[in-house]
């Protein structure tokens, strides 16, 4: 399974807890979804962060790797 897909299920879990939980707590549905809406936006925010963090350091992975292969360096 992907980086991507995982955040996509892992996120789509998420909100779905959070959904159900804010529907059973709130007892209104108006705020159950102000609540999701908040906390999509934050599983939001915080998966873009590690997906763009993981993203760079593989990349400079990648680019040390093709270095290495460039100048001859042996593993």
Do not use: C
Not at 13 to 37: D, E, F
Not at 49 to 68: H, L
């Amino acid at each position: 399974m992907s980086f991507g897909r995982f955040l996509f299920v892992s996120g789509t879990a998420t909100i779905v807890g959070l959904a159900a939980y804010s529907v059973y707590k709130s007892g209104g549905v108006r705020p159950a979804l102000t609540n999701v809406v908040k906390s999509s936006v934050k599983a939001g925010n915080w998966a873009s962060q590690k997906y763009s963090k993981t993203k760079g350091d593989v990349e400079r992975m990648v680019a040390e790797a093709k270095a290495d292969i460039a100048g001859g360096v042996e593993s």
